[in-house]
């Protein structure tokens, strides 16, 4: 089997599959990674054009719903998603645009890819907590599963276009800044956050205030655990404190 190395971009992901449709299911594609490596691969460039094509070609024969899908797919977490993207492709174009809601096996797969991004998604947008920061910045962390970084903030440009803000991924390293919607996405080696004394006091209120309303008599963990799971506690305030104290 062929390994076929490209520049992890989408455009570069098409390119391969105008080289290698008639070879897509003796394939295996990965990206291309600065470190030693015996295997023989072969490494496809990019070209704009041929991308343009195969772009052109989905969209007549397909939809361009589908094409959305493939970018989720293609941000989504799944390991071998280059792999599945290329085969969905070709099936989608040899069966017709119904395969894609098939029960074929690689069609179930991309349709969960797209399902758990966008649950991810549209979980983040409900759950992400901004803090006050040095010079007047927003900042708020996540830890998502997904390559979600850029959606989940077009959603808070959306509603925050006039102030500064940061988004950090811990997953991917690297941080979103928007500065009256004027964006740039940057690598981060090291972080060097402080709260301002006001993010302290009302994130103290907060937790109090918490504290107060909740019926500790009436508490359902196991159904507070199923609406929110574990996972997005960390940077809650008010639900941050339970694990501190649970450690």
Sequence with gaps: MKIINYDGSLAGLFTVVFDFYGE????KIEVEHN???FLEKIFIKTDENKARRVEKKLRENISEEFL????LNFKSKDPNKDD???R?????LYYGRD????SHKYAVRFRENCKNYSSELHTYKGLVRFRQIQEGFLF???EPENNILIDLSKHFIKRLPKE???IYDRTSKKALISIESNTEIVDIIDLNIEETEEEKFFQDLWVKFYDTISIKERANKRLMISNMPKKYWKYLPEKNKELLQNE
């Design 24 to 27: 897509i299911f003796d394939i």
């Design 35 to 37: 470190q030693l490596d």
């Design 68 to 71: 959305r899908q493939i970018l």
């Design 84 to 86: 599945l993207i290329v």
């Design 88 to 92: 969905v492709i070709k099936l989608s």
């Design 99 to 102: 395969y894609i809601n098939s």
């Design 140 to 142: 708020a962390e996540i």
């Design 164 to 166: 500064k803000f940061i």
